[in-house]
Every structure is written in C-alpha cells, then in structure tokens.
T-cell receptor, first 114, second 110 residues
C-alpha cells in the first residue's frame, strides 16, 4: 500500500495563477483532510470531507476550494493564488468513527507564490 | 473554536538530557493525540490519550493526560539524536478534525 500520496511535491506560482493539488489514498478511508503548515503555527485545517461527494470548511477555508468526486481522491484548488498562500500543504485520511482515531498524512506539497 | 497552546516553541538539549513539551487548553478536551514530524517530513502519529489522568509509555517517551482533560505532556528520557524533530499535540473533535498546537522543535546536540 502506498498510503497517502500527494501531487506535486513542489510548485512555484505567480500571484493570480491557479492550480490544483491532488491527494490520493489507497486505504479505503472515508474521511480526508487538507491542512496547511506555516512556521510557528502548527497545522491548520483548510477543508475536510467525510465521504464521496461531501466537503466542509475547516478553520482557514478562504481562497481554497475542494472536491471529492471519488472516495480515494481529495483535490484542493487555488483559483487565484496569493503570496499569503505560500505554505506546506498536507493531506490526511482516516477511518470513520470516534475522533480519537489516528490520521495518516501524505508527504506534503511545498507551494511558493511569488 | 477550540485552541490548544503548546510550549515551549523551541528546545535545545544535549544528548542524554531529558525533554518535555506541554499542551494546554481552556476547555475540556475529548482526547489528545501526539505527532512527530522529522525535518522535511510529515506528521506521524505517536499516541492518543482519551481518559482523565491517563499515562502511556513508549520506550523512552511518556505521555500524560491531565485529570481535568485540559492539559497534556510528552516527556522524553535521555534524548538521542534520532529524537530531533517537531512534536505536536492535537485535539480531536467531530468527524476526526484535529486542532494542532504550535509544536515544539527539538534539537539534540551530540
């Protein structure tokens, strides 16, 4: 099993450009999440999904959109990138159930917006 | 929303010294999870605590959940260079959402 994979690993964008980050998991997990990590701020939840076709906002959703068309994939989109979106983005997945179950993280995407 | 404060932000130790990081919340937590992130890596789950006053050990690591379920700590005995990284606590809420502390960056000098 590959676990959780993310594409791409690195990306540089210019302000105003758009892009989509892809997260894929092969563990048949229902729940998937997108976080961003900035220095000194830990990880913050952007959006999450509790199943195919469903998405919900997290703590910092502004400027991002998501889609979960297939159970194994969770896409994060930036329609018009801004320098404030320079960050490391992590995708995670877990089984449904009590909130105490562990989340499995992907390797991350390092995004720079110039 | 729920906030989890983690201290210290940085900790530099000599190999063999002990290390402790603390998490505090103003509200009662359902559970607390601990993650380790190696430099350049992704967070990796270490443990979860659910019960009031719970203490769990993993070799040189000791995890505690406070009696009031508002604080938690991670203690590493006799640090090794392999312990370097950032340690995060995270509170789990509905639908498995995690609220992370700011993390403690541990540096171990040989």
């Amino acid at each position: 099993n590959a676990g959780v994979t993310q594409t791409p690993k690195f990306r540089v964008l210019k302000t105003g450009q758009s892009m989509t980050l892809l997260c894929a998991q092969d563990m048949n997990h229902e729940y998937m999440y997108w976080y961003r990590q900035d220095p000194g701020m830990g990880l913050r939840l952007i959006h999450y999904s509790v199943g195919e076709g469903t998405t919900a906002k997290g703590e910092v959703p502004d400027g991002y959109n998501v889609s979960r068309l297939k159970k194994q994939n969770f896409l994060l989109g930036l329609e018009s990138a801004a320098p404030s979106q320079t960050s490391v983005y992590f995708c995670a997945s877990k089984k449904p159930g009590p909130s105490s179950d562990t989340q499995y993280f992907g390797p991350g995407t390092r995004l720079t917006v110039l | 929303g729920q906030q989890v404060m983690q201290i210290p932000q940085y900790q530099h130790v000599q190999e063999g010294e002990d290390f402790t990081t603390y998490c505090n919340s103003s509200t009662t937590l359902s559970n607390i999870q601990w993650y380790k992130q190696r430099p350049g890596g992704h967070p990796v789950f270490l443990i979860q605590l659910v019960k009031s006053g719970e203490v769990k050990k993993q070799k040189r690591l000791t995890f505690q959940f406070g009696e009031a379920k508002k604080n938690s700590s991670l203690h590493i005995t006799a640090t090794q260079t392999t312990d370097v990284g950032t340690y995060f606590c995270a509170s789990g809420t509905s639908y498995g959402k995690l609220t992370f502390g700011q993390g403690t960056i541990l540096t171990v000098h040989p």
